[in-house]
DNA sequence: TTGAAAGCGCTAACAG
DNA sequence: CTGTTAGCGCTTTCAA
């Protein structure tokens, strides 16, 4: 504090300084102050500028320069009663999948003066109970959860928020619900897995296959996974073909593939001709320890992937996949959710299309 | 609300329900009512069970649990004047390599009861100002940047951030202030990217090459990418070597990289022997470009990336790369900052290590 | 061990 | 167009 360092906001030595609470921060009383009117102007001119008239804008404009003012968003939130937080729950955030789904809903709703908060999971419903329990703390406008499987008390918390208007929605999912389950029904915004699960095996079966194979996700809770393995399985087995389900080890996707490789190929007699997975991760590893095992992809084995992932179109034979509505997600969701909080209306359900995209590793037969 | 849902925390059709705001939520007066006791004792055992008496703490509790209390942080942080906020900044969240960092952060920071409100600035200086003052709002208790580039706006708040009492730590940067220039310094922790750049160069020249490129990123704001790019360019050329200074398509990475190594190879005379990236995507498109063109790496052309990310060490050659240490800067930067809020110190700075890992793509001579 | 009073910083409502 | 009054939900003194 020696030297004077261009400060313009809030140079610690103007007369401003001595004003400051024990926090150091500027509050609207200052700004009133060096203006000279009252706390209440400033805030009105901050909210609502044309309000205020032209030369007393003039001065409050000055004064908010001279002091580096920032609002308080806690007393702001506080006293006005309303929350801009959208609270968003997703497994994981390093997984560029929902990465891009977080940068769909921020697209869309920062334009609109929303702020996110955004907690990971790493799928456990337990930690996503306990991250609900602490994001409600900031009373957040809506709330966006990843999947339609909660813990029961996350459950609760949900259906209370939802009771209490603060709109719910469950994303990355989109499926009709249980006939013997009564559970409150939130809004889904996503896609059917079964149906993608079902595309899959169509899929294989359509290019001739008749003993399947589906690597799962090594991730216990990767509900929606295993719901399309499930559905992969019944879809392959109603049209007579064999069905393998091997869950793939933990640690490196990659490594995961390759390892699990060696088992497809091990595998019968009948021998798997066909394998479908949980995400391109793990089909992606499958595929370089095949081209290194000189196992020919697809001749002996073909191999679908889940998420056409950026590296699955680079390899050779390029991977087939399911392209997602990764971002669609999100802004579809932030859209949703606008109209909802907007006009006081439940937020809308949204089935987003997907796409199995045919490369060379299921090419032709 | 016509069917009693179980919904224990709070069912909208017990006697709670009257009691609350025109929000729908239960504060803790309506808790002090059911329980028998005034809002303070409440909010006493909620901070300090212990310090309530036991039968009181009982009442509590079931009060507690029959309303489905959930503090308001809002409030609980503006009348406590202490925020338990950390705001952090960086450049993008769907590229995994950030994305660690953030849940290193996490992982030191929420143990400690600290909340992470995390904004993406999309390497754009101007929106990293823009997100920095919504940030502010929340009166945070700690500031985390990228890097050590700002907009003259974005170091006045930060200097006055720190000025005020709140650390400010600058991640992935570590570098020694510039003589000329005259700026507040910020609790640097990251690595220093000049001396990435000369142990790159280091590497190839060591390997015999004399003809190098730089692959930069397509990025204009990625100021660590061409600073890297600077001091391996100078090391190369103290060295005796030419240097060609590409700057990477934007758009799909790996399609950055293939169409890159069309130039690369064309390059010359003097033919380019080797090349160095911004990152291990783009040295990766480049790599299987290299091998559907059959151009051998590393005999004609070694590649060397920064990053290793997953996919680096899975291809064929196995690529080169810098590991880097990209969960360490987060739990570094929770570590430093817990001990510097708890004990009102300043946030040490740290100087992490990082590793040139020697793979296929350089082997050799 | 519990309570009463006051206030965090800001914003509704109304009044002038 | 501007000011007054009251209060958001919680926590900090202090006192009982």
Redesign the interface.
């Known amino acids: 504090?020696t030297q004077p360092?261009?400060?313009?906001?809030?140079d610690?030595a103007s007369p401003a300084r001595q004003a400051?609470?024990?926090?150091?921060?500027v509050t609207l009383k200052e700004v009133a102050l060096a203006a000279g009117v009252t706390p209440i102007t400033v805030s009105r001119f901050l909210r609502e500028p044309a309000v205020v008239a032209a030369e007393t804008a003039q001065r409050i404009r000055a004064a908010l320069a001279q002091t580096?003012y920032?609002?308080?968003?806690?007393?702001?939130?506080?006293a006005s009663?309303v929350s801009n937080v959208v609270a968003v729950l997703l497994p994981n955030?390093?997984?560029?999948i929902f990465?891009?789904t977080?940068?769909g809903l921020?697209d869309g709703l920062q334009a609109a003066g929303f702020?996110?908060?955004?907690a990971?999971t790493g799928y456990s419903l337990a930690r996503e109970e306990h991250q609900l329990?602490?994001l409600?703390?900031?009373?957040p406008a809506a709330l966006v959860v990843t999947g339609r499987r909660h813990s029961p008390g996350a459950l609760?918390?949900l259906?209370?928020a939802q009771?209490?208007?603060t709109p719910v929605i469950e994303i990355w999912d989109h499926h009709p619900p249980e006939p013997g389950q009564r559970r409150?029904s939130f809004t889904q915004i996503g896609f059917n897995h079964d149906e993608v699960g079902r595309a899959m095996a169509e899929h294989l079966l359509r290019a001739g296959h008749r003993v399947l194979a589906y690597v799962d996700s090594g991730i216990a809770e990767d509900y929606r996974a295993h719901e399309r393995g499930m559905a992969f399985a019944a879809a392959a087995q109603a049209a007579g073909a064999s069905v393998t389900v091997v869950r793939s080890p933990s640690g490196?996707?990659?490594d995961a593939g390759?390892q699990v490789l060696g088992d497809l190929v091990r595998a019968g007699p009948p021998a798997i001709t066909a394998a479908a997975f949980a995400n391109d991760?793990i089909a992606?590893?499958a595929m370089?320890e095949a081209?290194?095992r000189k196992v020919d992809v697809p001749g002996r084995l073909a191999l679908l992937g889940f998420g056409d992932f950026?590296?699955s179109r680079?390899?050779?034979p390029s991977m087939s996949s399911v392209q997602l509505p990764r971002h669609a997600i999100g802004t579809e969701t932030a859209r949703s959710l606008l109209d909802a909080l907007k006009h006081g209306v439940p937020a809308v359900p949204a089935c987003l299309p997907w796409a199995l995209v045919v490369r060379g590793s299921t090419a032709g037969r």
Do not use: Y
């Open positions: 504090m360092l261009p400060l313009p906001p809030a610690p400051r609470r024990g926090h150091g921060r580096g920032v609002p308080n968003k806690q007393a702001g939130l506080l009663g955030l390093a997984n560029s990465a891009e977080a940068q921020s702020e996110l908060l955004i990971s329990r602490a409600l703390g900031w009373h609760q918390l259906a209370h009771a209490c208007g409150a490196d996707a990659f390759r991760h992606c590893g370089l081209v290194r950026a590296i680079q390899l050779t």
